[in-house]
């Protein structure tokens, strides 16, 4: 079978295409996957850049990618509530106990799959477990964001951003984002009601009392998104631990969030059913062909996509 691998750290070039590599053998709690098509997220190329090395070193070759969907070609031992044959979706990174979702056969452990959403095809059901969950569970578990409340979600048009501008609208708060100037009509599409060019303006500047700001871009927009919250507002971050400093300074909550927990099987069932409700639309902006997932990764770390990038792994 085909797999996009490393064989070291690097950048672009490290990725090799093994069109003999071993297929994932069966073990239990785990289900085999035929792929159709593999979601892109900004963590596949900090992984090949080696970003995680200290925390969770790989072991080489690795197969790169997490974010799947396909079709249940094998089950394990004391796997239930799937069958062969049965649209699955979810995340087989070698970080979570996967073999990686850049390939046409993969393994998953069976608690990080659901069935897809029956209304989106596999290449937009593959676009959605990682940063569907992290939008899902920060708004709803950690912010339990309500109707009439406002919120900030910086990086608007990115993975994360737009699906969290489409939840936020469906809790019916009020929604303020940031974005480059040529994501403005995109974000607006989604239902952000005001939109601020994070280039040419200063969002703390403008945002006053607010109720909540999702923090997706971290550094000094983190730090600076403290201003824009009321007193007993909350921030959460996806790239920052929680500054206790500047939380007591404005007299709010902190948190950061850790997407990885978040994705289980009842959680992606919540996050179908929200996709075949028609209360989240996910955007693909660049399909690649499996061939070349090294362009698809570059992509993502500097193409300023819109949406989302995937893998077609079979039509
Ligand atoms: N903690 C976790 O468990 C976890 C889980 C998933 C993701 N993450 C992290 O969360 C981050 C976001 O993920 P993603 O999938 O949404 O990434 P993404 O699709 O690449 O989106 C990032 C967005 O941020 C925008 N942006 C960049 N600088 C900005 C600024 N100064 N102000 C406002 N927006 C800005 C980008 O816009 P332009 O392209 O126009 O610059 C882009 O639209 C990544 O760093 C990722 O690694 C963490």
């Known amino acids: 079978m085909r797999a996009a691998q490393i064989n070291k750290y690097g950048s672009k070039e490290v990725v090799e295409i093994d069109k003999n590599a071993t297929k994932p053998a069966l073990s239990a709690g785990h289900a085999i996957i035929e792929a159709r098509a593999a979601g892109v997220n900004p ?107 406002k919120i900030l979600i910086h990086g608007g048009a990115g993975g994360i951003g737009s699906i969290a501008i489409q939840l936020a609208k469906h809790a019916g708060a009020y929604v303020a984002t940031t974005v480059s100037a040529d994501d403005r009509q995109y974000v607006t599409g989604l239902g952000a009601d005001e939109v601020i060019d994070y280039k040419s303006e200063s969002f703390e500047g403008l945002l006053h009392g607010y109720d909540a700001v999702f923090d997706t871009v971290g550094g000094e927009v983190y730090k600076k998104s403290f201003s824009v919250l009321k007193k007993g507002g909350i921030i959460v971050s996806m790239l920052e631990q929680p500054d206790e400093e500047l939380t007591k300074k404005y007299g709010v909550r902190a948190m950061a969030e850790a997407t990885g927990y978040a994705i289980n099987t009842h959680n992606l069932s919540a996050l179908a059913a929200l996709v075949d409700r028609g209360v989240i639309k996910v955007h693909v902006d660049r399909v690649f062909l499996l061939e070349h997932a090294a362009e698809a990764l570059a992509h993502q770390q500097s193409g300023h996509p819109r949406g989302k990038i995937v893998l077609e792994v079979k039509r």
């Open 43 to 149: 963590v596949d190329w900090k992984i090949r850049e080696g970003y995680l090395q200290q925390m969770m070193p790989l072991k080489f070759p690795a197969t790169l990618g997490g974010d799947f969907s396909g079709v249940v070609a094998d089950i394990g031992a004391g796997v239930s509530g799937f069958k062969k044959g049965d649209e699955v979706y979810g995340l087989a990174s070698v970080l979570a106990g996967g073999s990686g979702s850049f390939a046409d056969y993969i393994s998953a452990d069976a608690a990080l799959i659901a069935h897809k959403p029956k209304n989106a095809s596999h290449t937009e059901a593959a676009a959605l477990p990682l940063a569907g969950i992290s939008a899902w569970d920060v708004l709803v578990n950690k912010m339990e964001l309500s109707k009439g409340q």
